[in-house]
């Protein structure tokens, strides 16, 4: 099993952000996938989350009406649409696959700074 983010960089407070999770080495199609982010200095924050076929999506309040989570089955690909970046949302961004109870298998992260 491999997650690979990419796509994160520099943005400037109110601008936008797609960050892109590449997976391997297991059936894609069949997993719910979930983002967590991590700010400097503190703990794990959890994102979003889909379900296998992309139809039942959640979202933490702090993001609810900027960002957007998505998928592409074919691709094997998640993706993470942010819109309206405030400075808050600075953090390492991951990826991680979604099992009964757990989050099995991470990324090793896409890094998002919002600053001016």
């Known amino acids: 099993v491999q997650l690979v983010e990419s796509g994160g960089g520099l943005v400037q407070p109110g601008g936008s952000l797609r960050v892109s999770c590449a997976a391997s080495?297991?059936?894609?199609?069949?997993?719910?996938m979930t983002w967590v982010r991590q700010a400097p200095g503190k703990g794990l924050e959890w994102v979003s989350r889909?379900?296998?076929?992309?139809?039942?999506?959640f979202y933490a309040d702090s993001v609810k009406g900027r960002f957007t989570i998505s998928r592409d089955n074919a691709k094997n690909t998640l993706f993470l649409q942010m819109n309206s970046l405030k400075p808050e949302d600075k953090a390492l961004y991951y990826c991680?696959?979604?099992?009964?109870?757990?989050?099995?298998?991470w990324g090793k992260g896409t890094l998002v700074t919002v600053s001016s």
């Open positions: 991680a696959r979604l099992t009964i109870g757990s989050m099995d298998y």
């Open positions: 889909l379900s296998s076929d992309g139809r039942t999506i």
């Open positions: 080495g297991f059936a894609f199609s069949t997993y719910y």
